[in-house]
């Protein structure tokens, strides 16, 4: 079945810019969307259509696709940036929507 | 704004049915180019779709889970819900429903969730 895979963490101090990959093979077919989860939270979006980015949305959070790879970018981590992150794409097949499987992103 | 809450059962028993609401507000499901959703998320782990649905009963489901999933819509009191057969422990779970924003140029089910309900701790245990 179709997967989207994500690194499960990534770790990054504050000011530095931490990279967030999502992969799969239909990526170029289909929009990358990416949610942030805080603890206890519900998932947040902070991307859709691969770059566009929600009103209250930072600037300093941003996406980018390349072929079979989608690219959550955040610039200048915060420590409030401190969260899980998720890309959600779609399966043509069923079709159906289809989540990559997090990244928990820490801020050192 | 519009705000969505789920309601149902915090415990349910193996192999019963799991019955959940999510109340709309702010936004008529009625007459509205969305489609509606429920997304689940076991403990510690990631997200899972579960079924969307449009206020005409069009409907997509998760193929992994469609055997035992039904989602339906009641526009008359702005509400969907999501019906779970034969559950078992592998089914708890926090249920999350959220808005599925359709733009003109793209079919429903490619598209992103926002905003989300709070979610409900579901647990399935005798």
């Known amino acids: 079945s179709y997967e989207l895979t994500q690194p499960p963490s990534v770790s990054v101090s504050p000011g530095q810019t931490a990279r967030i990959t999502c992969s799969g093979n239909?990526?170029?077919?289909?929009?990358t969307y990416w949610y942030q989860q805080k603890p206890g939270q519900a998932p947040l979006l902070v991307i859709y259509?691969?770059?566009e980015r929600p009103s209250g949305i930072p600037e300093r959070f941003s996406g980018s696709s390349s072929g079979t790879t989608a690219t959550l970018t955040i610039s200048g981590v915060q420590a409030e940036d401190e969260a899980d992150y998720y890309c959600?794409?779609?399966?043509?097949?069923?079709?159906?929507?289809?989540f990559g499987g997090g990244t928990k992103l820490t801020v050192l | 704004q519009v705000q969505l809450q789920e309601s149902g059962p915090g415990l349910v028993t193996p192999s019963e049915t799991l019955s959940l609401t999510c109340s709309v507000s702010?936004?008529?499901?009625?007459?509205?180019?969305?489609?509606w959703g429920w997304i689940r998320q076991s403990p510690g782990k990631g997200l899972e779709w579960i079924a969307n649905?449009?206020?005409?009963?069009?409907?997509f489901y998760n193929p992994s889970l469609r055997s035992r999933v039904t989602i339906s819509v009641d526009t008359s009191q702005n509400q969907f819900s999501l019906i779970l057969t034969s559950v078992a422990a592998t089914d708890t779970a926090v249920y999350f429903c959220?808005?599925?924003?359709?733009?003109?140029?793209?079919?429903?089910?490619?598209?992103?969730?926002?905003?989300w309900g709070q979610g409900i701790l579901v647990t399935v245990s005798s």
């Open positions: 959220a808005r599925e924003v359709v733009p003109a140029d793209i079919p429903g089910v490619y598209n992103w969730f926002d905003p």
């Open positions: 959600q794409s779609a399966d043509s097949s069923g079709p159906s929507v289809i």
């Open positions: 649905i449009h206020y005409s009963g069009r409907t």
């Open positions: 702010g936004v008529s499901i009625n007459n509205s180019p969305y489609y």
């Open positions: 239909e990526l170029p077919r289909h929009y």
């Open positions: 259509k691969d770059t």
